[in-house]
């Protein structure tokens, strides 16, 4: 005679066939995405054949051949690229036509390396392409530096040699479109604009800008003129996806709302996991303050040499010590709430502080989890590719998201990706497909209805990513959300946290991936892997003798071990659930530390060590600022104005606090 047990197991192989389906999908779609993704994200035209290092070490050399003597104590090596250019050449001439130009013959992508000293307003910035050749740079000299005049035919000869000569361009075609001079305190300055007249680029063309203090050549900058009319008119456009994140935006503050409540029912009610909490939320904030010290390096090249060396690393190290503490505030109060609520609205599946165990681990419902999880990744993936090289018919487009430029600026280039992957998969999973989708579940009583607005309330909070029309990014989201959502209701939370983070974190490593240097290629593997490592040692435990776990011990409903409250019964009817917490006086010191957490977080501290820093500097140092932004950018600047030579675009931005 078959028990209960045994039919159960034998419905639930059943069932799993399902599984297959999933996985042969993400087959086709892995195998898609190798073979037309080249098509819409042509990640390949970044060739990084030189590593940091040499690139540091070449940048030492221009430094001393263009005169900067000063013994530089600070340096730093960042990668970045010119945006504008970029998107531009994109948007008009389609990802392919632009993915060659951008490899071989316009300057797009570009490390970047500074040297200063504290104290000393005398630097040297310079940029340098993939390749190894120089882009661009600039030696900044006070405007009161005394330095010997020359005739302005001079400067212009001057600067024609060191193009020709040193930066190896070829000018033939290339005509004088600007040039001027201006007049400070203790000298004659000049500068020239030239421009290609043979090619142009739907309206865009190659500029060469050189700049003489005095007698010496301080600027240089190779750049696409992107012509102006361009740039509103995208501005335009980019205000339609501003606008429908702003109203998604109304859902996410909703649902942060909310979180806070949940927090309280289930502190209250004493449902809340507090040791899973507290791990969960302790592993963010270590990811969190790893992060930010893996990224010193694009700190130290934003270093402010008008404030002591010391002084500004102590605050970078405050600052990072601060975010890690109110990430981890952000994620106990998120991840207590939503584990409350996810256990009451999903009894049956594995409760997600068994997942680590030795039970868990070799749990049926885990491994078939993880083997979900991976399978929505592929499938992730080939429906990316499918979507943005069939939307083209409806006008749709996506240029090239340059993820990593932060990572390859880092002390270990693919841990930013992982945080990333790690840090999105938990928040927008819990925020989204547990906290969103119970809320909509309970005010309109139907599954697929509350799904399906869950998943348009978290894509469109994407709106604002680059890709256009307005609506493109939302919709691709909105299908990924509903089949996410889906999931959840088959298999639970953990196969969608595994494939929002394995998919984040292999869209942030694909240009480390192909790279031709091992040092970057190798760790990026690994990076999308961990999870198939869990896999493999979740298989080798299940085939040990006696290692068949009781799956109905692991479930959500056996973490209840006393009666459950009337309001819990009201809103999920029929569901044992309430368990032993801790005790009511550790429970009382627990909340007392949450409570001042917030309070020191939104309180008068935070303007010490917090964003608002960069607020307390003086007017002075507001406008040298400015002026090194505008310099960093190719802008000149005369006298007490400033004269903007369209080159790789003003950022607004960082001058608003002038």
């Known amino acids: 005679m078959t028990s209960p047990d045994s039919r159960a197991n034998n419905l639930a192989h059943r069932k799993d066939y399902s599984l297959w389906w999933l996985v042969a999908i993400g087959l086709i779609g892995v195998v898609v995405y190798l073979a037309r993704s080249y098509e819409v994200f042509p990640s390949a035209s970044i060739d990084l054949t030189i590593s940091p290092k040499e690139i540091l070490s070449q940048s030492k050399k221009w430094a001393q051949r263009l005169g900067y003597k000063q013994p530089y104590t600070v340096q730093s090596t960042i990668f970045s690229f010119d945006n504008e250019a970029k998107t531009f050449l994109e948007y008009e001439l389609g990802l392919t036509e632009a993915n060659k130009l951008m490899k071989d013959q316009v300057p797009v992508w570009y490390w970047s390396t500074r040297l200063c000293r504290p104290l000393s307003p005398e630097e040297f910035a310079i940029e340098i392409s993939p390749q190894g050749r120089l882009v661009s ?6 405007n009161d530096r005394t330095l010997p005049g020359m005739a302005h035919e001079e400067a212009r000869k001057l600067a024609l040699d060191f193009l020709q000569q040193k930066a190896g361009l070829v000018l033939k075609e290339y005509k004088l479109v600007e040039d001027g001079s201006v007049s400070q305190s203790h000298r004659t300055d000049h500068y020239f604009t030239w421009e290609d007249s043979s090619v142009q680029f739907k309206g865009a063309k190659l500029r060469v800008y050189a700049y003489i203090a005095g007698n010496m050549l301080t600027k240089f900058n190779y750049f696409l003129y992107v012509p102006e009319t361009w740039l509103r008119k995208f501005s335009q456009l980019r205000s339609y996806n501003a606008a429908l994140e702003e109203v998604a935006s109304i859902f996410y503050v909703a649902f942060n709302t909310a979180t806070f409540f949940a927090f309280i029912w289930a502190f209250t009610s004493g449902r809340l996991r507090w040791r899973f909490a507290l791990v969960v939320s302790g592993l963010v904030a270590i990811m969190d303050l790893a992060e930010s010290l893996n990224s010193l390096p694009n700190a130290i090249h934003n270093y402010d040499t008008t404030m002591s060396y010391r002084a500004y690393l102590v605050d970078v190290y405050v600052g990072a010590v601060w975010g890690s503490l109110s ?23 594995i409760a997600l502080e068994q997942i680590a165990s030795k039970v868990g681990l070799r749990s049926r419902q885990l491994i078939t989890g993880l083997i979900a999880g991976h399978a929505m990744f592929g499938i992730h993936l080939g429906w990316v590719v499918l979507y943005y090289l069939y939307g083209r018919n409806l006008g749709v487009w996506s240029p090239l998201e340059v993820r990593t430029t932060e990572g390859l600026s880092s002390v270990v280039p693919f841990y930013s990706s992982m945080y990333v992957g790690a840090t999105a998969a938990i928040f927008e999973e819990l925020t989204y497909r547990v906290l969103g989708l119970t809320i909509f579940q309970r005010l309109f009583k139907h599954f697929w209805l509350a799904n399906l607005l869950q998943a348009t309330a978290w894509a469109f909070m994407h709106s604002n990513y680059p890709q256009e029309p307005p609506w493109a990014r939302g919709v691709e989201l909105t299908v990924v959300g509903v089949f996410y959502g889906g999931v959840i ?61 009781q799956e109905q011990s692991l479930q959500n409903s056996q973490l209840e071990l006393v009666r459950h409250s009337d309001e819990v019964e009201e809103m999920f009817p029929h569901t044992p659930y309430s368990y032993v917490s801790l005790s009511k006086q550790v429970r009382m010191l627990l909340a007392l530390a949450a409570v001042v957490g917030i309070l020191i977080a939104f309180g008068s501290f935070s303007p010490l060590v917090g964003q608002d820093s960069q607020l307390s500097i003086s007017r002075t140092q507001a406008i040298a600022a400015a002026r090194r932004c505008l310099h960093q950018q190719g802008i000149a600047t005369a006298g007490r104005y400033e004269v903007a030579w369209l080159s790789r675009g003003l950022d607004l931005e960082a001058l608003q606090y002038v």
Do not use: M, N
């Not at 740079?137 to 006070?142: A, K, P, Q, R, T």
């Open 137 to 142: 740079f600039e030696h900044s000299l006070e």
């Open 327 to 349: 990430q981890w505030l952000r994620t106990f109060i998120l991840v207590g709430a939503a584990e409350s609520l996810y256990r009451v609205a999903h009894p049956t599946k």
């Open 489 to 549: 209701k088959r298999y639970g939370l953990v196969p969608c946290i595994i494939s929002h983070y394995v998919f984040d974190t292999f869209l942030g490593v694909v240009p480390l991936i192909d790279s031709s240097l091992l040092s970057l290629k190798l760790p990026s593997v690994l990076a999308v892997s961990p999870f198939l490592v869990v896999l493999a040692v979740a298989l080798w435990l299940r085939k040990l003798p006696c290692a068949i776990a």
